[in-house]
């Protein structure tokens, strides 16, 4: 059976920052309220990938937490995570499917209305869409597309779309009013010095956006 798609998802980073680890920053995340969790690795050991990957799985499954794996259709097949979030250059979405089966949560990266409309007729779950504000998490990130873009997109896409890009406490808000069914951070928690805290923050913010 599908798990659900949650309205916050933290996407735990090791390259932004080296205080925590993968498994501390999603024990912290889970803790502050997040009810998804992904796990963001862009350089390193497949071997040490599998192993984290696996730990957060398990920590995830005692909580009832959504686990997904960005970009790495091989770590979340070997750590039976419950989905994975594949970009446009990735992995295609439809052949995710195949091998991942119908009850996987797949999300799709969009930074257009085409993009999203794309991960929308390849069978996609949801969609991250973004960057919606200027953003430093990742450095070749599209320019900002700006919240009228993402209302156009949220009209014209009938699965949720989770703003990613820039989000913080301060416009979470603004973001959820524009339509958004959830949104994707990375900094505004990994980055803090109590992730906790921060996510439990964003957690009131988003309910205020509601």
């Known amino acids: 059976m599908k798990g659900h798609i949650g309205k916050l998802h933290i996407l735990t ?8 680890s993968h498994i501390e920053l999603a024990r912290m995340a889970i803790a502050g309220g997040a009810d998804t969790i992904q796990l963001r690795q862009k350089s390193g050991s497949t ?18 937490v959504p686990f997904i794996v960005n ?3 091989d770590v979340a097949l070997a750590s039976h995570a419950d989905g994975v979030h594949l970009g446009q250059d990735d992995f295609p ?8 089966g119908r009850d996987a949560i797949i ?5 257009s209305l085409k993009d999203a409309q794309k991960c929308l007729a390849e069978g996609a779950d949801y969609i991250g869409f973004g960057p919606v504000y200027p953003t430093s998490s990742k450095p070749d990130a599209a320019s900002p597309s700006g919240i009228p873009l993402m209302k156009e997109v949220v009209k014209a896409v009938s699965i949720p779309i989770i703003a990613i890009g820039g989000i913080d406490e ?11 069914y959830g949104i994707a951070v990375i900094s505004a928690v990994c980055c803090q010095v109590d992730p906790t805290g921060a996510t439990h923050r964003l957690c009131q913010a988003m309910r205020m956006g509601r």
């Open 93 to 100: 979405i439809d052949l995710a499917r195949k091998l991942m």
């Open 170 to 180: 301060e416009n979470a808000r603004e973001v959820l009013q524009a339509g958004a």
């Open 13 to 20: 980073d090791t390259d932004l920052q080296s205080r925590f």
């Open 71 to 73: 970009d790495r259709i």
């Open 107 to 111: 999300g799709g990266s969009a930074v």
């Open 47 to 64: 071997k040490e990938m599998i192993a984290a990957a696996r730990e957060i799985k398990e920590l995830c499954g005692e909580a009832d």
